[in-house]
């Protein structure tokens, strides 16, 4: 598997070279942030147990920040993410300790926290002097790096390829850290025996915590990017579809593993490239794809593989 | 006197579980609490515990009341419990079982240290440390051969081992074990009671609460025996078993 990984990556890094249309960088750029909030939510979901429908919400309120700090306030974008991760901490801190605290799980966890980001849709659809209602704010800055010979604005589509690969190694790096340390063992109890680990003395409210605001802070992450690549942050970004699109692509590619979410994220981001459809049908071909997967495929395309694989 | 419970009661609703049971542990020796089903034994061990909070009493180890403290604070505090029914954790092997709870052991050795181990790994000489700590409990336990089997495979006598293996690597100054012989056949029970005795003889202190008589009147120092929440006799095992109320407790008053 992990020469897979390393042959994937390399391939990604040289495919620019090769392709040249616009649209396919473009599906790839949405496809690397799509797979970089996948593997941060599956941190919580498929690592943790807990299934958050605050992701989305995470995503959409820094890049709100982001871009209200760079459009209203005129900020530089690297340093308009700090605030904005900062913000999605303290949120994320906040609606995990209300929600372990009162030890809700499972389906009582994931509507509490589809609650709180509901309250934080309508906010900025209704917070019209800040927000923009449901226009929407549109970006038409563009993110700079120094270079020595001067800046150079983030704006071609194969700068925000790289940016975007980038974003998606570095999240899945902190992931992979994170998962291969001791709080990946106490996360792997918390998933699957939480009493018997807290008897082992693990503080399972911490170690929740933690897993729920890492996850929530690299959703946040991603957000920042988001609106400047697409050219606009909009109320959508909080909605429920999107937190399902996620759980779509996690499922898909495989809970269980840290590349599953990867390989489901840009599937489903390229899937509706490859056969036009139509929103409605999109939204179906979602919907029938989790069926089968459940159904079928229980542990994803990264368990179909790596059975196969042993089956050999 | 290591642990010391003072008048602990607990009420859930109108039924009176644990009624004002006080008894102490001194460290190194076996203690064992009878009683036949229902008497709050298991109430007991887990308001020790911090699985439950006593409705009035006092839990005090080491001068300090923990009657207060969650689960995981007082395994932090070296009072590990283990579970009646085995408790496991579903898809992993025995060895990552015991490598989780080793947890407490990683953290009293690294302390915040342990932020660097995101970037460099585990330090390599305690890795070994723990290799061979894991080794040495699941050779005490007899489950080395089972070492990379899932731990849902193993017999039930297995898991129940797998769990006292488990208690033991916190490094716990005392394990609470409840009832670790029950739904074990006599091989299993006379393999349980060498590993306990190993286990005296490292030094760590045991309390251990079952209602099968024979094998805990064997093992136990010390004996409390428990009836309808209350003590109704405590002291030298052999003594508490001989007790008139104790017999009538197990068989009725015809046979006390």
């Known amino acids: ?312 | 006197m290591l642990l010391d419970i003072q008048n602990l009661t607990k009420r859930f609703g109108g039924l009176t579980a644990v009624s004002n049971v006080s008894f102490g542990v001194e460290r190194g020796e076996i203690v064992g609490i009878f009683g036949p089903n229902g008497s709050g034994k298991t109430t007991t061990l887990s308001l020790i515990a911090g699985i439950l909070k006593p409705t009035s009493g006092a839990i005090v180890w080491k001068d300090r009341d923990i009657s207060t403290l969650t689960p995981f604070e007082v395994a932090q505090q070296g009072l590990v419990k283990t579970f009646q029914n085995p408790q496991l954790f579903p898809e992993l092997t025995v060895a990552q079982h015991m490598r989780i709870a080793c947890h407490l052991h990683v953290k009293r050795a690294l302390g915040i240290g342990r932020l660097r181990t995101l970037f460099s790994g585990m330090p390599a000489e305690l890795d070994r440390t723990l290799e061979h700590k894991i080794g040495q409990m699941l050779e005490l336990c007899r489950l080395s051969s089972q070492r990379n089997d899932e731990a849902g495979a193993l017999s039930y006598g297995g898991e129940k081992m797998l769990g006292v293996a488990m208690g033991m690597v916190c490094d716990p100054e005392l394990l609470l074990l409840d009832e670790p012989a029950s739904g074990l056949g006599h091989d299993e029970i006379t393999n349980l009671d060498a590993v306990l005795r190993d286990l005296k003889s490292h030094g760590v202190t045991l309390c251990i609460i079952d209602h099968k008589v024979g094998f805990l009147g064997r093992l136990a120092d010390r004996s409390i025996a428990l009836h309808h929440g209350a003590v109704i006799a405590t002291g030298k095992t052999e003594d508490v078993l001989a007790n008139e109320a104790v017999v009538a407790a197990y068989l009725g008053k015809k046979h006390a």
């Open chain 1, 1 to 312: 598997m992990k020469y897979a990984i390393a042959v994937g990556l390399l391939l990604a890094l040289v495919a620019p070279a090769v392709v040249h249309s616009d649209s396919i960088l473009a599906i790839a750029i949405y496809g690397f942030m799509a797979a970089s909030l996948a593997v941060s939510f599956n941190l919580i979901f498929g690592f943790t147990g807990q299934l958050s429908m605050f992701h989305a919400a995470s995503f959409g309120v820094s890049a709100y920040v982001v871009t209200i700090l760079v459009t209203t306030f005129k900020w530089n974008f690297w340093l308009a993410i700090i605030p904005a991760l900062v913000v999605v901490m303290i949120l994320s801190l906040i609606v995990g300790t209300i929600c372990f605290r009162f030890k809700l799980k499972e389906f009582y966890f994931a509507v509490v926290t589809m609650a709180f980001s509901e309250v934080l849709r309508l906010i900025t659809l209704n917070w019209n002097s800040v927000t923009n209602g449901s226009l929407g704010i549109t970006v038409v800055d563009k993110p700079s790096i120094w270079t020595p010979s001067g800046s150079f604005a983030i704006s071609s589509g194969v700068s925000w390829y790289y940016l975007t690969l980038a974003l998606l190694v570095i999240v899945y790096i902190i992931c992979h850290r994170i998962l291969a340390s001791w709080i990946g063992r106490c996360l792997a109890a918390i998933r699957l025996n939480d009493q018997l680990g807290e008897t082992l003395g693990i503080d399972v409210f911490k170690y929740k915590l933690l897993s729920f605001a890492i996850g929530s802070v690299l959703a946040g992450l991603v957000g920042a990017f988001y609106g400047f690549y697409s050219g606009f942050v909009e109320p959508h970004y909080f909605s429920i579809p999107l937190g399902l699109d996620i759980i779509a692509m996690v499922l898909l590619g495989g809970v269980n593993s840290l590349i599953g979410p990867v390989i489901g994220a840009l599937v489903l981001t390229a899937l509706p490239h490859v056969i036009e459809l139509s929103a409605e049908l999109r939204i179906a071909l979602y919907g029938s794809i989790l069926i089968f997967v459940i159904l079928v495929m229980p542990k994803g395309i990264v368990g179909l593989l790596t059975s196969r694989k042993h089956a050999a």
